[in-house]
């Protein structure tokens, strides 16, 4: 951790807080965007904080900052809501147990009853990671049989089909919506600082949980349909990290880069 890190304040007293998704919005957009993004929270961390909201888990987000150059994080919502956790820069991202003990509950441990249940089922393929409150799968959209989804209620449990390619399973009433939530309110961050950012269904329930949001140029047609007409929400022309500068504009949140 730098000095520069030691110095921020809380993220309850920095003037912008960004919380996003990370493929195909933080990671998204132009190469130019993405710089002028990445660089501009850097050079304003004492006023900007970040929040990651992801399907991705530690181990990802880990090695894209500390080896590829992404910025590092405050937060981490990740593995699609099931993870909530504070990040040590180059060190870790440890897991806020006060936050996760309702998620755990919810889950209940059936990671392997819903690998039971969904061995073998058309359209759908493990993914090998092993996640701790969620089981994914790859989905072939020409062979997968709706099925699944009854299956899945049966267990007690909630189903999310994204960017018509993934088929996560997730502790019911869990997903990134609700789990940002409870982290904005835990860190006692004024809602109307914080701005949320994404492009696939999986990020429907943060975009529509009512704190200021974004849905970047290149967003899943299925997730436009389910957010136009939100009055908090900005549909933005620009893709990926130039949408989110795009917003934060649009909303008045932050000064941006000039030309941004």
């Known amino acids: 951790m730098t000095i520069a890190q030691t110095l921020t304040p809380p993220l309850s007293a920095r003037r ?10 933080f990671l998204g957009g132009s190469e130019s965007d ?11 961390r004492v006023s900007v904080g970040l ?54 509950n919810r889950w209940g441990d059936k990671g392997a009853e819903v690998r039971e249940t969904l061995d073998g089922h058309p359209g759908l393929t493990l993914q090998p990671t092993a996640f701790r409150h969620r089981v994914s799968f790859d989905l072939d959209p020409a062979a997968y049989c ?3 989804e009854d299956k899945i209620e049966g267990l007690g449990l909630d189903w999310l089909i ?7 399973v997730l502790p019911k009433g869990v997903s990134k919506g609700p789990s940002l939530r409870r982290l904005v309110e835990h860190l006692g ?9 994404g492009d696939t269904l999986n990020d429907l329930s943060m975009l529509e949980c009512g704190l200021n ?48």
């Open 51 to 104: 929040i990651f909201v992801t399907g991705r888990d530690p181990a990802f987000i880990m090695e894209m900052c500390a080896e590829r150059g992404l910025p590092w994080p405050d937060y981490v919502v990740g593995d699609v809501g099931t993870t909530i956790a504070e990040v040590v820069p180059r060190r870790a991202i440890n897991p806020i147990p006060a936050l996760e003990a309702d998620i755990a």
């Open 16 to 25: 912008f807080v960004l919380a996003t998704d990370l493929d195909g919005t």
């Open 162 to 168: 994204s960017d018509n390619r993934f088929f996560d």
């Open 213 to 260: 949001a974004v849905a970047v140029g290149n967003s899943e047609p299925a997730l436009l349909d389910r957010v136009r007409g939100l009055d908090h929400l900005h549909t933005a022309r620009a893709h990926g990290a130039g949408g989110i500068l795009e917003a934060i504009a649009a909303f008045a949140l932050h000064d941006t880069p000039q030309g941004a």
């Open 146 to 148: 709706p099925s699944a």
């Open 189 to 197: 961050i004024p809602e109307h600082r914080v701005l949320a950012a």
């Open 34 to 44: 993405r710089r002028t993004l990445y660089d501009w929270i850097e050079a304003n």
